[in-house]
């Protein structure tokens, strides 16, 4: 074979190479759902039938609802979502004001002015990008929903003689209203027919333990640090207040309030948020007592873990191997006395889980000391004969 034709077969197998490669990029990769119920759960509660709904959409490039009640962290899950498999989606805000033009990316205003027709800046549409978030597109008004279902239904916008075949794969449309409210006629219902999934955003239930857990999560705590900081306060008087008014405090209203009352450490600074009510800070109120009570034994059982921890460390074990016989068994004895007091002094309800572990944790390390001391003096004993 001439160098010629070698040279050209290489350029033909490398152009070959080159299509493959591109075909190969343009395969949308799938989203493990467990990923993402990962990626959301370390930030929200609640949150894996959300992390589901977004990876099943995406995969199989069905367009998603997510509904519900405000508060509920729906455009930051969404956000979340799509910064965990690394794209930037197109977000646009939409409302009861929102016009035609907005969703066609605005009128073309120099082709009217030069020629009197209406064209429209695609390109700085939706349409022009792969990945959409629409954020209360239930709220626009008519007109606008059932230009987008055209779009939507048939891929290509029309406008006279302007065409535009879309890109778009995969819309997640956030919003407070159901498909219910909004199907005022047989067209709107063509168009959440382009919207095949959906689920409503809200909690379980809006108890004690799914407030507290929401400030666990949060402020990343503990449920002894909860306790001890008090927002389970602020948990009892969203309850009690939900129960009064027959309304429901929302997630971000409940972080807001908790920020509060980390900051000024006063209950009475809730009736400032919507949804609490006078009845339900005055419930809270009354468990200030056993708070202190709480409050008080977290700090003993603290202080005693210092010292456990003290005897923990390579530092000062090698400090007590250092001391005499005589002083290692006073040692010992004071520990075990401290052991004994702690063990049997009287505790709330709460610090339970965390004073049973300090007790063990004792139990240990005074196992660990007295194990030392015995090698020490038989080490001693026998540098002696």
């Known amino acids: 074979m001439s160098t010629e034709n070698s040279t050209a077969v290489e350029k033909v197998e490398d152009a070959k190479t080159a299509e493959a490669t591109t075909s190969v990029a343009k395969v949308k990769s799938v989203v493990n759902p467990k990923t993402i119920r990962k990626a959301l759960g370390d930030k929200f509660i609640m949150a894996n039938s959300i992390a589901d709904i977004l990876s099943i959409g995406y995969n199989i490039s069905h367009n998603v609802i997510l509904w519900g009640p405000g508060g509920h962290g729906k455009s930051e899950m969404t956000e979340l979502f799509f910064n965990t498999i690394g794209i930037e989606p197109f977000v646009q805000a939409l409302g009861e004001g929102s016009t035609e033009d907005l969703i066609l990316g605005g009128l073309n205003m120099k082709e009217f002015q030069e020629s009197g027709k209406i064209y429209y800046n695609v390109e700085n549409s939706f349409m022009n990008h792969e990945y959409v978030v629409f954020e209360e597109l239930l709220d626009c008004p008519a007109n606008v929903l059932l230009r ?17 075949n879309i890109k778009t794969k995969f819309i997640v449309c956030l919003t407070n209203r159901s498909r219910e409210e909004v199907s005022e006629d047989s067209s709107i219902q063509a168009l959440m027919e382009r919207f095949p999934m959906e689920y409503e955003v809200k909690w379980n239930g809006y108890n004690e333990d799914a407030y507290n857990s929401l400030y666990k999560k949060v402020f990343n705590l503990d449920q002894n640090e909860l306790l001890n900081s008090g927002l389970n306060l602020v948990s009892i008087a969203a309850v009690a207040s939900n129960a009064t008014l027959k309304k429901t405090i929302s997630p971000r209203t409940m972080v807001y309030a908790g920020q509060m ?83 049997h002094a009287t505790c709330t309800d709460q610090n339970s889980v965390y004073k049973k572990k300090v007790v063990d944790k004792m139990n240990n390390v005074y196992k660990t000391l007295e194990s030392l001391q015995e090698r020490s003096n038989k080490m001693s004993n026998k540098t002696n004969e």
């Open 148 to 164: 987008l279902k055209d779009i939507l239904t048939s891929g290509v916008f029309r406008n006279g003689s302007q065409q535009f």
């Open 261 to 343: 009352y980390q900051h000024t450490g006063n209950l009475a600074d809730l009736k400032y948020f919507s949804g609490f009510c006078n009845a339900g800070i005055k419930e809270a109120e009354t468990q200030i007592k056993h708070l202190e009570d709480i409050r008080a034994d977290y700090e003993i059982i603290k202080e005693s873990e210092k010292v456990v921890d003290y005897y923990s460390s390579k530092e000062n074990t090698a400090k007590f191997l250092s001391k005499s016989s005589k002083e290692q068994t006073a040692i010992l004895l004071d520990f075990e006395k401290q052991i004994k007091i702690f063990t």
